[in-house]
């Protein structure tokens, strides 16, 4: 009897290495699609994680992945509130910035303030004297048509009432004084002041001299400035802009500025 012969069937689907290819293939599309995915970030969410992770409360406030050495005392601790943190207390915040100014010095610079009006109110000085408020402290400004003549540093004789005024006034001031003078922009020269540097700077010495004479005031208290017409209070345009920028400046230093009379 014959031997019937088994027919082998080819298998006419796709190679086996052609299925590991597809599937890496799949698995490589997958992962760049997850990229893509990822790269479409909510930039209002990414900033507020971003302020969230810069801001070290959220630190204090969510207890640390990291397991501690003692975990037990680091309880008790937060137990007994010796760690309490900024959202436990927000009372106890200050309320301040760097650039606040501290509270006592904002009442005595206040006060100066209003001691200076109601003495220029008192004695009806307001035509002749001005108070400012700056920085600095209280200053107080003399025009130089009652002071001094044209280029002349010699106080005149219907001037020193006022100054006698400011005198009184300092009397009762603990606080240093710096004297400043400021001319126009005019130039001028003679043989006793070449530069507006120099009167402005003698008017200056002039004033704190008569202070310290008429009363006896202690002269380290005192220092002058003479500042020329670089320091303008309006443009040197007219001749009444002229008048307004040929001053004294008489400072009442604020208690931070006194060390610091060159400011």
Known sequence: MKRREIRRTTSKGAPKWMVTYSDMVTLVLVFFILLFSVSQIDQVKFDAISESFQNRMIFDFFPSPVPMENPTESTDHMESGEMSNEFDTPTQ????????????????????????????????????????????????????????????????????????????????????????GHTDSRPISNYRYPSNWELSGARASSVVRYLIRENEFDAARFSTAGYADIKPLVPNTSPENWSKNRRVEIVILESSNEDGAES
């Open 93 to 180: 915040m200050d309320n301040t910035t760097d650039r606040d100014e501290p509270a006592d010095e904002v009442d005595s610079l206040t006060e100066l303030v209003t001691d200076v009006e109601n003495y220029l109110d008192e004695y009806d000085l307001n035509n002749v004297i001005s108070a400012n408020r700056t920085e600095r402290g209280v200053v107080l400004v003399l025009q130089e048509s009652i002071l001094f003549a044209s280029g002349e540093a010699n106080i005149l004789e219907e001037g020193k009432p006022f100054l006698d005024r400011v005198r009184s006034l300092l009397q009762d001031i603990p606080n240093n004084i710096k004297v400043e």
